[in-house]
């Protein structure tokens, strides 16, 4: 199983919800980014010997069922470890979960042409967005906002429907296009309190698309 998650506003909080479930139920499970991601506490680097990378993986993996990887990366963070790694590698775990896009920390983003970076092997594409970009002006919540001058101006202020419109022109309608066989799930992060999964819920309306409500912060201490 290869997951792909993209967006903003929560991807490695989903990350870490997703893997805690594969993992109670016993599956292995490998976290990977095909851009950056922050490096976490037991992270598996990979250098030189593809070898002795493959064993130390298949071994970690044994003892604690979850592992990070990756290439080293300035400013605390792990890279793509590359092709043939990762093919190496696939067949060591279960469940493969992937980091697609960065977002600089923001809720909301637009990407460019080149994001996410998702392999034609996806089975499942999950889309996050934070739920906390809403109500506040789009430019200082929103990465990449310049490419999303048909949607919002920097000055505007981000609303429900507004929302809809950078998922569904962002993610939703072209990943559906060019990966017509992954399954495209929507998460709707930071639904922290009743009235903001409600506004959750309006977004998830008027993208069409049926989605996870939630709050990843409060879903992982469970």
Known sequence: MKIYVAGSGGKTSLIHYLAEQYRRKRKKVLILTTTHMME????L??????????KQIEEMLCRRGVVQAGRKAPGGKISWIGREAYKVLEGCADVILIEADGSKGLPAKMPNSTEPVILPDADEIYVVFGLSALG?????????????EKIIKPEEILTEEAAARLLTEGYLKPLEEQYPKSAIKLVLNQADCDIVKE???QVAKETGYPAWVASLRQECKE
């Open 136 to 148: 506040k002006r789009a430019g200082d919540v929103c990465h990449r906002i310049q490419l999303a």
């Open 40 to 43: 976490e506490e037991g992270c």
């Open 199 to 201: 506004k959750g819920e």
């Open 45 to 54: 680097i990979y250098e030189d010997s593809l070898e002795a990378f493959h």
